[in-house]
């Protein structure tokens, strides 16, 4: 399933790292699909904006963990200075 064709944001394509954690659960997966295409460009952005690898694979951990846990949005981030 990690290969699957996922939909991107307004602004952004999803990253493959990200392509394929989403794309790895499906209830994750059907959240992703089910949110705005603004709400992933969020999710995108957010991950993209890391500066180390570190913290770019620990925000696509806890961004998983949120959308499993039903958030359509990362939380305590300013926003997409793209849209």
Do not use: F, Y
Request: net charge positive; with cysteine.
């Amino acid at each position: 399933m990690s290969n699957r064709k996922i939909s991107s944001g307004t602004v952004h394509k999803v990253p493959d790292d990200l392509r394929k954690a989403v794309a790895s659960e499906k209830e994750v997966l059907t959240l992703w699909e089910d949110v705005t295409p603004l709400a992933r460009n969020e999710w995108i952005c957010w991950v993209m904006s890391a500066k180390q690898e570190k913290t770019r694979d620990r925000r696509i951990r806890v961004g998983m963990d949120k959308m499993r846990k039903g958030m359509r949005r990362p939380c305590c981030w300013a926003g997409c200075p793209h849209r």
